[in-house]
């Protein structure tokens, strides 16, 4: 077996590295001609029930792009459905649900449960990816907050009227959606803890259509709940990362997390500036710059970088991976970023 990288771990505890770690959020997925290919014959949810593919996906990129971390392949409403909330994965759309939860009646559907009983294939597939890595393997769940949205809304939206319709016509009906989706991510990212998952993050992607007081109001205290009681039952570390959060960071650090994950709409300089020094960063190339010219994303990917130390930093995308993107480029993007030295500071 090779030796094992732990640049991607040490960097979310701030210590030193001999090189930065990069990883990309959705690495694995449609821009891949192998994924698309078991797509053919398998949906999304199939593949993460099917624990030799779930790990063959996991794994492509991880060899395909050298990347530092392995995230294990499975979609945020995994432990949803688990909960006793009925959705669909549509192809173009993302999850939707056919009867959204729109009252304290519809709420009460959301039941605490058992995953090692209920999800057995995602413990086996960590196990399996466990045997088979040598850089960490990071588990992970969505926050209550962007769950809530999928819940309320019924899928996507831009404008999320239901959901705050519900904040600030029923603010006791929010509040215990939002507890009994903190209980359930809670014992989510305890059950990949426990199965062998040596990173956590929680992805926050639509945070961002909130006013900070707002968030502070009908999310923060959820989330707080949430990260002290991860951080009182495992010691891996915590990651936390949201959308379009400029006027948001002092208020995600505050809530928890090791690292902090940011989008490229806030320069990883003032990210710095605003949170200090003892949280580590994570990002933040706009991924549509993936398809731009070599020299033009080159030029950006080295202007982060000089933005950023050796130590406490992981270089990412300020969101997923589009599906138009070509997988050598990543791989371009990885081996620039692994080549380069910042200075420690």
Not at 143 to 156: D, I, N, S
Not at 232 to 250: I, K, Q, R, Y
């Amino acid at each position: 077996m090779s030796t094992f990288n732990d640049n991607f771990l040490r960097a979310c505890r701030r210590e030193s590295v001999d090189r930065i770690p990069v990883w990309f959020m959705r690495q694995a997925g449609r821009y891949q001609p192998e994924y698309r290919k078991i797509r053919k014959s398998l949906s999304l949810m199939d593949i993460v029930h099917t624990p030799d593919v779930c790990t063959e996906v996991t794994l492509l990129p991880v060899k395909q792009l050298d990347a530092d971390a392995a995230i294990l392949f499975s979609d945020i409403m995994t432990p949803i459905g688990a909960m006793g909330v009925d959705f669909e994965i549509r192809e173009g759309i993302g999850p939707c649900i056919d009867n959204p939860l729109r009252t304290a009646t519809d709420v009460a559907r959301v039941r605490q449960v058992d995953f090692e009983t209920e999800l057995p294939h995602v413990k086996e597939t960590i196990a399996m990816l466990r045997r088979e890595l040598s850089v960490p393997l990071i588990g992970f769940c969505g926050a209550p907050y962007t769950l809530a949205c999928y819940l309320v809304e019924g899928g996507p939206s831009k404008h999320y009227a239901h959901v705050k319709s519900m904040m600030y016509g029923d603010p006791t009906t929010w509040h215990r959606l939002m507890e009994s989706l903190t209980d359930g991510m809670i014992d989510y990212l305890r059950f990949q803890a426990d199965a062998g998952a040596q990173a956590l993050q929680v992805f926050d992607s639509w945070i961002g259509s909130l006013a900070a007081s707002d968030y502070r109001t009908y999310v923060k205290p959820h989330m707080r709940r949430l990260f002290e009681a991860i951080r009182a039952s495992t010691d891996v570390p915590l990651l936390h990362f949201g959308v379009n959060t400029g006027h948001l960071l002092e208020d995600l650090k505050d809530a928890g997390g090791q690292v902090i994950g940011i989008d490229w709409r806030t320069e990883l300089s003032e990210a710095r500036r605003r949170l200090g020094p003892d949280v580590a960063l994570q990002g933040n190339l706009d991924p549509g710059l993936i398809l731009a010219p070599a020299e033009q994303r080159r030029a950006r990917v080295d202007e982060i970088l000089s933005q950023m130390s050796m130590n406490g930093y992981i270089f990412n995308l300020g969101h997923g991976v589009l599906p138009m993107t070509d997988g050598a480029v990543l791989r371009d993007v990885a081996d620039q970023v692994h080549a380069a030295t910042p200075p420690t500071r």
